[in-house]
């Protein structure tokens, strides 16, 4: 049995991912801190195929990575306002962290490294489906972290050594770390608990969209494909460009139901690109089947049974808000502490 060490296991795409590796015959290594609790995994536990590790990629050494035979880095500060919240510490984390993740694997003999990067590092473009090679124009903390570690660990690709980027669109979608943050997600929260939904940042910016479990099997098959396919390479991951307003319409459209789309008066969103995923398709035989009708519908249908709620946790920047807040409580007790 191969095994795969997945960092943010326990993260929104990380928990899907453990998941599908453990359902397809592989051994994981769910390594996290574990923000969002580890009940992310309650539906894996027991798995004999799985181990958890409850720690920090900053702090993760070669003896962390022995037997392993491929490393899915996803640990990050994510999205673009949660990685503004604390620059320093999103390229601590996103970048610096992830360079060492790397370079530890390849000192452990690890044979593949996947970055999870996003689309965000293109920031704007002109109108066109950007390919990988075009120009970056990160705009937020968290693009600019991501952009970094590619440029810091596709070079260490070397003799055994194969290191892979997969740049997400924005993700949507079910999954046991929910999110209500994201475009998809959040339009469909926001229909059936206000019958509308309101547009910010202008209606008319585009967005690269992809399904949580079509990022989670571009992953596998980057594990899985010919290394001449994959070393060095970076892949855009996505199933499909569309406009903020068009993505609300077709919220609309999915739903059972009747609810209005409002425009509210906003600063225009300047993050506004388009995307090619022909590469993907092309290189590696990966091409996302999952449609943001579909993602829509089983986040309907899960908010209606109850299997899924709008809660703190849901929202990645109130949460890593109240655990900052928390973090500087703790700091201030022990300051007064050694003070006494």
């Known amino acids: 049995m191969k095994k795969v060490l997945v960092t943010g296991a326990g993260g929104y795409i990380g928990s899907i991912l453990t998941k599908q590796l453990l359902d397809n015959g592989y ?3 769910a390594y996290d801190r574990f923000f969002f609790g580890e009940e992310t995994l309650v539906g894996v536990r027991g798995n004999p195929g799985l181990a958890i590790a409850k720690k920090d990629i900053r702090d993760i050494t070669a003896a962390d990575l022995e037997g392993i035979y491929a490393v899915c880095d996803l640990a990050a500060l994510s999205n673009d306002p949660s990685g503004d919240l604390n620059p320093d510490l999103t390229l601590q984390i996103n970048h610096a962290g992830r360079v060492r993740v790397a370079e530890m694997a390849k000192r452990a003999g690890v044979s593949r490294y996947v970055l999870s990067s996003s689309c965000s590092v293109y920031g704007q473009s002109d109108g066109q489906d950007l390919a990988e090679s075009a120009h970056k124009s990160p705009l937020t903390a968290y693009a600019r ?6 440029g810091d660990t596709l070079p260490l ?22 999110r209500f943050d994201l475009i998809v997600n959040l339009m469909t929260l926001h229909a059936v608990e206000k019958g509308k939904i309101t547009i910010m940042g202008g209606g008319r910016q585009w967005r690269p969209l992809v399904h949580i479990e079509d990022v989670a099997a571009a992953f596998r098959a980057v594990i ?3 290394i001449d396919r994959i070393k060095g390479e970076v892949f855009n991951v996505g199933h499909t460009n ?4 068009s993505v609300a319409y077709t919220v609309r459209e999915a739903l059972p139901f009747p609810l209005q789309i409002e425009i509210a008066p906003d600063d225009p969103d300047r993050r506004d690109y388009r995307t090619s995923f022909a590469k993907a398709a092309q290189q590696l035989g990966f091409t996302a089947r999952r449609s943001i009708a579909d993602g829509t519908r089983e986040i309907y249908e899960a908010l209606k049974s109850g299997a899924v709620e709008n809660a703190p946790v849901t929202s990645t920047v109130k949460w890593y808000r ?19």
Do not use: I
């Open 27 to 29: 051994g994981v290594v």
């Open 145 to 150: 972290a991501n952009l970094q570690a590619e």
């Open 157 to 178: 690709a070397g003799a055994g050594f194969t290191t892979t980027v997969l740049r997400n669109a924005t993700v949507f979608g079910l999954s046991p770390r929910m």
């Open 224 to 226: 899985e494909a010919p």
């Open 242 to 245: 569309a406009q903020v307003l």
């Open 322 to 340: 109240n655990l900052l807040e928390a973090q500087r409580l703790v700091d201030k007790v022990v300051l007064h502490g050694r003070l006494l």
